[in-house]
T-cell receptor, first 111, second 110 residues
Framework: QKEVEQDPGPLSVPEGAIVSLNCTYS??????FMWYRQYSRKGPELLMY????GNKEDGRFTAQVDKSSKYISLFIRDSQPSDSATYLC???????????FGKGTTLSVSS | DGGITQSPKYLFRKEGQNVTLSCEQN?????MYWYRQDPGQGLRLIYY???????QKGDIAEGYSVSREKKESFPLTVTSAQKNPTAFYLC?????????FGPGTRLLVL
């Protein structure tokens, strides 16, 4: 079993839709959870960061962590064509160890 | 303006040649990382350094070398031993909680 599993998609939605992106993981020691957005031929951009369990909201984006189920989600409300990108989940144990990344989900939002 | 810079944006390597990719950060982060990204394969860790003058191999270190002489700088050398170097290379730095990436260098083989 891989440490982090992420559905690669592609996921296609119409403009204005609510998008749900998900990752599952196997290592219960993970404490830091991140979501990155990567446009084609660009470096990943940090979108959301969560420590331990709970929800975090930033504008149209909401990140959820459910440690009991080992499941994290990123919700995008009122999706826009500019949200079309690859979304990477990442997680880490404490003490500065390397992040473990999912392989990314490609999202396409059509106008 | 704080962040991570990588240069060059594009790099061409000839057969048998070593090339060096630059990565500089002014975020005052201790930890720095190099990743390789190929289509459909996600990010793969090449090398990382958690402190100056110390670094560890990642999952795919063969054919690569690094140095960490300054906190701000973590250059990656792609040696002639790396037989398939064509990829998008990403440098990152991290504090305790979050990690930030540079804009990347695309390496192509002539």
């Amino acid at each position: 079993q891989k440490e982090v599993e992420q559905d690669p998609g592609p996921l296609s939605v119409p403009e204005g839709a609510i998008v749900s992106l998900n990752c599952t993981y196997s290592n219960s020691a993970f404490q830091y959870f991140m979501w990155y957005r990567q446009y084609s031929r660009k470096g990943p951009e940090l979108l959301m960061y969560t420590y331990s369990s709970g929800n975090k909201e930033d504008g149209r984006f909401t990140a959820q962590v459910d440690k009991s189920s080992k499941y994290i989600s990123l919700f995008i409300r009122d999706s826009q064509p500019s949200d079309s990108a690859t979304y990477l989940c990442a997680m880490a144990q404490p003490a500065g160890t390397a992040l473990i990344f999912g392989k990314g989900t490609t999202l396409s939002v059509s106008s | 303006d704080g962040g991570i810079t990588q240069s060059p944006k594009y790099l061409f390597r000839k057969e048998g040649q070593n090339v060096t990719l630059s990565c500089e950060q002014n975020l005052n982060h201790d930890a720095m990382y190099w990743y390789r990204q190929d289509p459909g394969q996600g990010l793969r860790l090449i090398y990382y350094s958690q402190i100056v003058n110390d670094f560890q191999k990642g999952d795919i270190a063969e054919g690569y070398s690094v140095s960490r002489e300054k906190k701000e700088s973590f250059p990656l050398t792609v040696t002639s031993a790396q037989k398939n170097p064509t990829a998008f290379y990403l440098c990152a730095s991290r504090n305790v909680e979050t990690q930030y990436f540079g804009p990347g260098t695309r390496l192509l083989v002539l």
